[in-house]
């Protein structure tokens, strides 16, 4: 029941970005480009990843002096009963240069690219329940899960498709990614989406989503390989 709520949340994540952004002056087409990533999956398919080739390395000595800022997010000890399970983990990131950042609640963040509105490419983060059962999805039983799911929301009937699924670490921590495809509102837009499992603690989940003929997978690469648990 817990690995379907984590996906339920998920979804809304993606119903929440979505309806939040004027899409319809938008427009432009599905870009390929990316990074080959090594972590185990349970595709086949010749569909690149944006994940960095060494994604499990621990980016705790990276020298970003020069760049943009350092993010540091730490779920509130003042929780209700819904976050009660929130530890002490901390998730450090550099977030991309010249996006800006709106806090949504104390567990929600969403950094808009510096060419919103007319682009409403984004990054949002999630902080939720954690959910050590999460690893033992396949491709096919996430896919059924989360399209089962989107049914019962705002985006009922959009025709995704599913380009790209693995699992692996990070720091330990178990993670889990995947690649999805499909048009909203006449807009080709692509979501990467990248979790990240504390036990005993929470769960971070990380939306990237480009919209149009925008590109900004180095970006949100760059912004993956930065990441870090502490």
């Not at 998730?91 to 409403?120: C, H, M, Q």
């Not at 902080?127 to 896919?143: A, G, H, I, R, W």
């Not at 149009?212 to 997978?217: E, H, K, L, S």
């Amino acid at each position: 029941m817990k690995k379907r709520l984590l996906i339920i949340t998920l979804v809304l994540s993606l119903v929440f970005v979505l309806s939040s952004c004027g899409l319809r002056d938008v427009v432009g087409v599905k870009d390929d480009s990316g990074k080959n990533d090594t972590a185990q999956t349970d595709n086949d398919s010749s569909v690149e990843s944006i994940l960095p080739d060494d994604s499990s390395q621990d980016d705790t000595d990276s020298d970003t002096s020069d760049g943009p800022p350092t993010v540091t997010v730490e779920p509130d000890d003042d929780t209700d009963d819904d976050t009660s399970e929130f530890g002490d983990s901390v998730i450090n990131y550099t977030s991309p240069y010249g996006w800006t950042s709106e806090e949504l609640s104390d567990y929600s963040v969403i950094y808009y690219n510096p060419n919103y509105p007319t682009d409403v490419s984004n990054i949002n983060l999630i902080v939720t329940l954690p959910d050590t059962t999460l690893k033992n999805y396949s491709q096919e039983q996430f896919e059924e899960v989360f399209l089962d799911t989107l049914q019962s929301t705002d985006l009922a009937g959009i025709d995704i498709s599913f380009d790209y699924f693995e699992k692996g670490t990070l720091d330990g921590y178990d993670t889990l990614y995947f690649e999805a495809s499909y048009d909203y509102m006449g807009v080709p837009m692509v979501q990467y989406q990248y979790y990240i499992v504390v036990p005993g603690d929470c769960t971070y989940i990380l939306t990237f989503t480009q919209a149009g003929d925008n590109n900004w997978t180095a970006e949100f690469a760059d912004m993956i390989d930065s990441i870090y648990i502490s």
